[in-house]
């Protein structure tokens, strides 16, 4: 489980993958801030009553035929990455994995592999499976375990980290149960919801809540507007499916906000629509592909509106608009509202990602803007939200942006986008984060500047024995060396 890099209310924005342990383990973002604990929670529903049909049945019944009829889709996912340092990810101690290793095939060049543990489901009797993103990506190996006991290796299919959704798949003999698929588009808070999963690896556990609010945006989550409930879910049941009572998935279990890393009454899934939508360009694609328009924009305050005699704060306020980028090419301004795109109102501008996340580069689009007191109309042709990148010794490297060096004040650099693990990785490639800006790099004992993306995937290739990097990490100058091969 990891620690999103924000606060929320004192509590913290918690990914529900489980790193199996002794007991609980919860895991900082990519830093080593860990904790284990142990919780229990139990909820009671004796009395409550739901309508069906023409009479009133007691509501645990309702749970029951639930649980009887619609969770036999649901999976457990147990996912092995091997360990670039000793020890697990985040600096946890070894015996947080008690696990063999020989139960995924041995760990390669003696490092320990660590494990996570979450949860999924069946969407279609080929064996396609969803879960979350945060609990296969980077895994070496992916275990899926059926409510019968069967076990399957699993491949990735796609994954998107930005919504936090990948697809599986899955070979297996027999026909395979499928869940249903609800309607997110029509919940109500207040409705009650049921979520299924392997909270600790204890498989199938249900429990029951409301749905607590919709539409609900969190730190850094710009692609999905979360479903919040107060259905108690805990690390392991990341993937898993949140039900209405007529057993329809309506979401994927995701995060938590808590201070101590088990539930604490606040959870959020997915919507099962945009799960959806992102499981169909996955399954076609294997990768996610977002427009990008280049400006930075806020919501529209009150006293903005009120200054300019606006009667309405809808819209999203352009604050800045990114150089060379599909909104300058455009002619939008600095100053301008938002007010429609492709046809569609921007309302709120939390809408305004979503629309042009939907769509892919070089889509072109109309955008209508409210500006100086009038409205009008531009068209722009949206830009690649990310470039074209490359994978080598463990690390996904992209092309800076005009937009990045002229932040950072830096002439040229290749950026770590992803750090991939595998038999070339680096054992020592933990000193490395995404985001991370390569400037130079001393290969074979020559010192090149990283100009570009293919240039420097060359370079890498090329390497024998140890090489170094110098890197710009928000704003800090390091020097970080690597050692290749055995």
Known sequence: MRFAAGMVRRGVLVFLAAVLAGGTVAQDNGDSSSRASSSSSSSSSSSAAAASGGGNIFFTDVLVKLVEEHSAPVVSVRAARRGTSPGAPGGLPPEFFPFPPELFGGPRRGRPPAFAQGSGFIVDAAGYILTNAHVVADADEIVVSLKSGEEYPAKTVGLDRRTDIALLKIEAEGELPVVRIGDSDSLKVGEWVVAIGSPYGLDQTVTAGIISALGRRLPSEQYVPFIQTDAAVNPGNSGGPLMDLEGNVIGINSQIISASGAFAGVSFAI???????????????????????????????????????RETREGALVQEVIKESAAEKA????????????????????????????????????????????????????????????????????????????????????????????????????????????????????????????????????????????????????IIPLQLGE
């Open 271 to 309: 919507p099962i629509g945009v799960a959806m939508r992102i499981q169909k360009r996955l399954r076609a694609d294997g990768e996610i592909r977002r427009g990008l328009l280049g400006v930075r924009f806020s919501a529209v305050s009150g006293a903005f509106a009120e200054a300019l005699g």
């Open 331 to 478: 002619g939008i301004r600095d100053g301008d509202i938002i007010v429609r795109f492709n046809g569609e109102a921007i309302v709120d501008a939390h809408d305004l990602p979503l629309v042009i996340g939907g769509l892919p580069p070089g889509e072109r689009v109309t955008v209508g803007l409210w500006r100086e007191g009038g409205t009008l109309s531009v068209v722009a042709v949206l830009d690649a939200l990310d470039a074209p990148s490359e994978v080598v010794l463990g690390l996904k490297l992209e092309d800076m942006s005009g937009a990045e060096k002229e932040r950072t004040g830096l002439e040229h650099g290749v950026r770590i986008v992803d750090i991939v693990h595998g038999e070339t990785t680096p054992a020592d490639i933990n000193q490395l984060r995404r985001g991370d800006i390569i400037t130079f790099v001393v290969v074979n004992q020559k010192t090149h500047a990283a100009g570009d993306r293919a240039a420097l995937a060359k370079l890498l290739k090329s390497a024998t024995g140890a090489i170094v990097l110098r890197i710009w990490r928000n704003g800090r100058r390091l």
